[in-house]
């Protein structure tokens, strides 16, 4: 999914979360890298095996785990599969709905951690105006 990452990622979010996590930061950015991959894996098989009950749980750590760092656009897709995976679950149907949700799942989280990836690496220059840097006027 080509997006900005203006779009992909609520920076404003992403700071918040850098800097409540402090010292942590990295490594649990690298614990979603991990816990992403392994939920976007599940929940492609689950939908490939029309099981509905296998896409709830890694749908909804994807959302929980991508809003915490101010990825909304993952977050809503993944919270998307969760909802109508959860209403199959009940009704007792196939999570067909959920198939054009899962389509650009992995693209739009291989985007999007690519981004905080890149963000998170401390020898990427940062943004203009943040914290001890000159703004475009010099002040």
């Keep these: 999914m080509e997006l900005q990452g203006n779009l992909l990622v609520d920076w404003d979010a992403f700071t918040q979360a850098r800097s409540e996590l402090g010292a942590g930061f990295v490594r649990i950015l ?36 991508a809003r915490q760092f101010g990825a909304e656009p993952l977050g809503l897709l993944a919270e998307k599969i969760e909802t109508i995976a ?4 009940e009704t007792r149907d196939t999570p067909d709905g959920a198939l054009q949700h899962v ?19 401390p020898l990427v220059e940062r943004r203009p105006g943040g914290f001890g840097r000159r703004t475009a006027s010099g002040l």
């Design 30 to 65: 690298g614990y979603f890298q991990e816990d992403g991959i392994k939920s976007v894996s599940a929940i492609e098989t689950a939908m490939r095996a029309g099981n509905a009950a296998a896409l709830v749980l890694p749908a909804h750590t994807l959302k929980g785990e």
């Design 86 to 89: 959860r209403s199959c679950v």
């Design 103 to 121: 389509v650009g799942l992995r693209d739009l989280f291989d985007s999007t951690l690519a981004l905080l990836q890149r963000e998170a690496n």
